[in-house]
């Protein structure tokens, strides 16, 4: 079912990409010199649908790296948490290698 909606939301998205790219092949001059307007230093001639879909991947790149970041100070509290389980979990177990196995059925009885 998962593969289903997947498949019904990037299907039409690819459709979408697809018919922009063919209607903006024309080239654009991409120029990195904000001196000279006439004869750039720096500059490309690239399809616009390239221009595009080059600063929607950055937008994104930069997106998902900005949301990293703010979630730093949970992926730090999950690692504190999972060591102080794994160090309960291996007190208990000392605990319980320290409990004779005769006296675990009147433990048990009592919780």
Do not use: Y
């Not at 208990?92 to 919780?111: G, I, K, M, Y």
């Amino acid at each position: 079912m998962k593969a289903f909606f997947k498949a019904l939301v990037l299907v039409p998205v690819a459709l979408i990409v697809v018919l922009f790219s063919v209607a903006n092949r024309a080239p654009v001059r991409v120029s990195l010199d904000p001196i000279s307007r006439d004869a750039p230093a720096l500059a490309l001639d690239l399809p616009l649908f390239a221009v595009v879909l080059a600063a929607i991947a950055v937008g994104i790149l930069i997106g998902g790296f900005a949301s990293w970041l703010a979630q730093g100070k949970h992926r730090k509290a999950a690692r504190v948490n999972r060591r102080e389980a794994d160090k309960l979990r291996g007190e208990a177990q000392s605990l319980r290698a320290a409990v004779p196995d005769s006296a675990l059925p009147a433990l048990t009885s009592r919780v």
